[in-house]
């Protein structure tokens, strides 16, 4: 299944509007293209209307959000919506501060997602109003173990079921859920935590995954969670003595341009609960 | 030819202004270090006049644009152009939306292009007014082959005669042209639009060329296309089977860095119509 | 000392917010990972204040400066101030526009700086009001060399007598000084300047270091400038034919992620004045 969607997205080259952050655009637009879609970035009110329209997905992702770009959120969100586009919240940092918990909120509130994807502490702060984040990181308290994945499950299913998106919490292990199934996806390194913004590079991957795959969501976002995971074991296996995180964030990129669909197939680790 | 152009910025060291876009600015900043010259990124209304002042030449990229950059690109080319300054515009998915498209026929009218490069759609866009563009990429209905380029270059010398820049179309084949001449170059690699940025890397090392040598705009244009070609078949050569777009990026770059103009004179691939 | 310094600073891991400019802000992300620490980057005028509350730090650095995020740069100050919290300043271009030189000294004004970390031109505009700079770069006017060695540590004392802060002039030869006390840093290699926002780089890193190290600002400041500048010369030891400035960004980053503090003492060269 997993390769499917892939093939799909190397297939489609779907055009995907990302409205980023400025930390970690550059690294999410060559992810798209690494892939196999097509990346346009653009943050203004004027135009981002436009640019949904000819776009076929679009990744909404609130890390350096401001009053200027939140505006431009919501109007691409809502056209989205209206031209029954895909649409991927990233609620970088939620709880970090009143802004970006209330933003994220009334995107929440007024756009339909289709995916949401962040980490525990973002997903809690979401789903149940409190976490222990720290910064644009899940907290300590609230890492996701095999003595806790139980509740995550829950977590993940209960916030799909409310909000009708698939929800990735993407952490040492990853789940994927909509309201009924969730997969935890064991792929994976530590490492990819000394990268920044290999969420959010997840987060413009699986937007250009599942609008190749609109039928698809769930698998198409677990593909997706998968493949990431993959590209960061695949470009640990190519870390030299003196590499280190700089080295690393381009060989994970490398990784999902070389990987074809059949090595994902073979790649992927995974249960369904 | 190629050469001295290339020389002449080792040489003269030229500090470049650059208003453009934050996806691939630290490739920019990084590429015009690479070529010999110095960067300064400045985009804020009330500065851009002073730092064009200092500054030996301006480059502006509307990818990103937005309602307080579009001010200050119109600030610094009239500045610039009251100075003799070369100015580049690189017009990123012009067509794309509304605002791309009059912002670029604002920056058109109002500021006189030492060069204008874009892809063909982006060109076609501005000059005949409509083209099959995919966000900031050519459309496949634009791209030049054998079969049109006769028609590409009549296009290129039509626009360049109406504007007074020299234009420079990239693609498989690139085009630099003024209203008499052309150069077809044949250097690049079919992979570096699988890098977010090329394009912009070259309008910013345009820059730099073109301000390094004030009285040949047109063979500093086509030694800075070439140059940025060559770099992308040099790149090429050095791919282990592991590396993928994000590694090629980084050898682009690595690649104009290294280069010495009498590289440049054996590996530049172009004739003249 | 500085061993201890840097051992610091990974156990300590310290969260960092960044106000900065969005040349070089991914790799300030990863050198404040790579040393150990945690970034964070928000700069809207609604949630830095926030975010300086969760922190341990803060780091101002004006590059591509603007009338929103100058704001922002006031708010996140004082608050780190009122907390207690270190704040450094990179006065990048001062200098270069009067709107960097009135926002600097305006931020010199209103906030308590615990580190200023600029070149020489930089700090001899805010010291002494002119300087020779070529846009973000020292002028070459300025450049230190053995012969104005104890002029420049004369005005790094002095400024640092004014303001009450640690003054770091980063050159071949780096001058770390309080009123009492300068360190001559005799680490790094001259590549460095091909990349764009190593001084960037340095004072995120700073940032992080003296957070980490509270009651030795002076020993935390000289050995985030002395890695650094080892951190340079590894990654030159690392250079093939064919790397250039993009390969060799990467080194200096996993340079330092792959740093041991014991590392770090082995390989600092520093005499104090």
């Not at 055009?15 to 550059?26: A, P």
């Not at 959010?200 to 795959?213: D, E, I, K, R, Y």
């Amino acid at each position: 299944m997993f390769q499917k969607m892939f093939e799909n997205v190397r297939g489609k080259n779907p055009l995907i509007h990302n409205i980023t952050n400025y930390v970690t655009v550059n690294d999410c637009a060559n992810i798209v293209i690494a892939c196999g879609a097509s990346p346009i970035m653009a943050d203004d009110k004027d135009e981002v209307e436009d640019i949904t329209n000819i776009c076929d997905g679009l990744n909404i992702n609130i890390g350096t959000l401001n009053s200027r770009t939140i505006e431009s959120m919501l109007i691409a969100g809502k056209r989205a919506n209206e031209l029954g586009h895909p649409v991927v919240l990233d609620p970088v940092g939620v709880g970090a501060s009143k802004l970006r918990t209330e933003t994220a909120l009334r995107l929440l509130n007024e756009i339909k997602f289709t995916v949401i994807r962040g980490n525990i502490s973002e997903i809690k702060t979401l789903a149940v109003g409190s976490a222990t984040n720290k910064g644009v990181d899940a907290g300590i308290g609230d890492r996701i173990s095999e003595d806790n994945l139980d509740d995550a499950i829950c977590l993940a299913k209960a916030f799909a079921e409310k909000t009708g998106a698939v929800v990735a919490i993407t952490g040492s292990v990853d789940i994927v859920a909509d309201s009924q199934k969730a997969y935890c996806i064991r792929n994976g390194h530590q490492m990819m935590s000394s990268v920044t913004g290999t969420g959010c590079q997840l987060s413009a991957m699986t937007a250009a995954f599942v609008t190749a795959n609109p039928d698809h969501v769930l698998d198409a976002t677990a593909a997706a969670v998968s493949a990431m995971g993959y590209a960061g074991e695949i470009a640990y296996g190519r870390m030299s003595k003196q590499d280190g995180n700089s080295s690393y964030r381009n060989y994970i990129i490398d990784a999902i341009y070389n990987m074809t669909p059949e090595d994902l197939k073979k790649g992927a680790k995974y249960e369904v609960r």
